[in-house]
């Protein structure tokens, strides 16, 4: 039999945590047809892979790639990471389902998130995004949650309040529509507005919805242990999983994590290989209340040195991480909008202050009009590297990139977005692993491949095996490094030498080859 692709000569981690062996990969129409030692060395196509690792593609569990794919459909910076599968609407937001109401209010907030890749916006349920998103093809497979956040604008827009009952029943039908149209999750971002404003009776109905399709709960929680506590709460009541996103815990954490696991509650949690972390710059740093009604009100209210002065007071009474001049977690302007406010980009607030001669608060302020309050910033050192080790060991661990799909030309070679956007995986292979051995490739490769596409539903993906979808990942073990900065991000990997995506390879001896074989991977519930 003549097969479409044969891989030879590689060591071969299957993605279950087994031990490497020496084999051959056979794949035929988009498929693994055979894992042996025992077949011809031909095909249509053949890689060697001699001294190399060859082994699933990896899964990203956490990715913000929903709008910048359709500005680069090559993926480019995740691709060239060898992750073949993004899992992605994350922390509350999705690009859809789009109530005709709030559009104008969703595509403002979501030009921050689209680091300023042109919005098409013009769906209205998850079924139009999923179809526009596919037309020309994408780079890689995608998956999707449903996010809280759009579902909460939908129906009551930027308000500060609890939702009626009428509401209520609104926001479960549109998250009853979104699992018919394929999402297999449901994801929170309760620190983000106007997330925060809902209740935890609000988000277990929703939950219950999620139970009703056999799906996961994804959550960026409100914060410390008590945030923790009432996901793993939410899971207990509504006998939904959970995974607690980006999450590095402290070990009064680790033991409520733990201790939930014993009682029978299906958690687990991701995280990404840095210490610093990133997102909208008005979104840690200013107090709910100023950002009731919207980006639009937002943005009026922060003119009034009246409202600037009692963001400041209270900055000062807050702990240090949770304000823009604290000891850790000082945010670098990553992007702007504003041309006129490029020059800012890659500096800290306290230096933008300085550039533009004013006290912090002001241009902090300032900064947001001038970009309608799209500004991204990177918040430096937000996290103990002893505590990111740390999670990487932990068996509940799995792998999020937080990254978006960014490229190093055209139009998403901007600004300094956080270097997890193009080494997350390279930087788990060759400093956790090669460099100081906290974790064995084979621990690592399942964390990024058969641990993550269990915890996204996907039963055909994450291990090479006879008839699982032929995503495969080959990379050089003594080489696979990440290369990404945070003053210098744009930087390819190095070390990933092949990428197949179902069964076409995109990514050959390190270069893009055009290949455009992704899908959307529509999850297909047990309610259908």
């Known amino acids: 039999m003549g097969y479409d692709l044969v891989i030879k000569n590689g060591h071969i981690i299957d993605g279950t945590g087994r031990l490497r062996f020496k084999a051959n990969i056979y794949v035929d129409e988009a498929k693994i047809a055979k894992v042996s030692t025992d077949g011809p060395e031909y095909g249509d196509e053949v890689i060697d892979a001699k001294g190399m690792i060859v082994c699933p593609g990896f899964l990203d569990m956490h990715s913000h790639a929903d709008l910048t794919l359709f500005e680069n459909k090559q993926a480019e910076s995740f691709i060239h990471q060898g992750v073949t599968t993004l899992y992605f609407t994350p922390d509350g937001w999705s690009p859809a389902p789009v109530v005709e109401m709030h559009r104008k209010d969703l595509k403002n907030y979501y030009e921050t998130l689209a680091f300023g890749a042109s919005l098409p916006f013009n769906w209205t349920t998850y079924d139009d995004y999923f179809n526009k998103l596919e037309e020309g093809g994408l780079g890689v497979n995608v998956r999707a949650n449903v996010g809280f956040g759009t579902i909460r604008i939908d129906a009551i827009g930027f308000e500060m309040r609890e939702p009626s009952q009428a509401e209520m029943e609104h926001m479960k039908e549109l998250v009853d529509q979104a699992f018919r149209d394929g999402v297999c999750g449901l994801s929170t971002g309760l620190t983000y507005y106007p997330q925060c404003y809902s209740t935890t009776q609000e988000v277990l109905e929703l939950c219950g919805v999620v139970a009703k399709y056999g799906g996961i ?43 939930a696991k014993a009682r029978g509650v299906d958690v687990t949690f991701d995280a990404y290989p840095y210490t610093a972390g990133s997102s909208f710059l008005s979104g840690i740093y200013l107090p709910s209340w100023v950002h009731e009604g919207g980006s639009d009100a937002m943005l009026e209210r922060i003119m009034k040195p009246e409202v600037r002065e009692r963001i400041s007071r209270e900055w000062k009474q807050s702990p240090p991480e949770m304000w823009p001049n604290g000891s850790r977690n000082t945010p670098l302007i990553a992007w702007c909008q504003n041309k006129k406010c490029r020059k800012y980009e890659g500096k800290t607030v306290n230096e933008v202050a300085e550039m533009m001669d004013v006290p912090l608060i002001d241009a902090f302020c300032n900064l947001l009009i001038e970009n309608k309050a799209n500004v991204m910033r990177v918040g430096l050192n937000s996290r103990l590297h002893k505590n990111v080790k740390r999670a990487f060991q932990h068996p509940l661990m799995l792998i999020g990139s937080d990254g978006w799909a960014m490229a190093p030309y055209g139009s998403l070679h901007v600004g300094y977005p956080h270097p997890r956007c193009y080494g997350t995986f390279p930087k788990i292979l060759g400093m956790y692993v090669r460099l100081m051995g906290l974790l064995t490739l084979e621990e690592a490769v399942k964390k990024m491949t058969w641990a993550s596409a269990q915890r996204m539903l996907i039963k055909d993906r994450g291990a090479l095996r006879k008839g699982m979808g032929a995503d495969i990942t080959i990379f050089n073990p003594e080489t696979v490094i990440d290369n990404a900065t945070y003053w210098n991000p744009h930087q390819y990997p190095t070390g990933i030498e092949y990428v197949i995506v179902n069964g076409k390879i995109t990514i050959e001896r390190g270069e893009h080859t055009g290949a455009l074989a992704g899908n959307v991977l529509r999850y297909k519930s047990k309610a259908e």
């Open 217 to 259: 709960y994804h959550t960026h929680t409100r914060g410390g242990i008590e945030g923790v506590m009432e996901a793993l709460e939410l899971s207990e009541r509504s006998g939904v999983p959970v995974n607690l996103t980006h999450t590095t815990p402290s070990d009064e954490i680790y033991a409520v994590i733990e201790g």
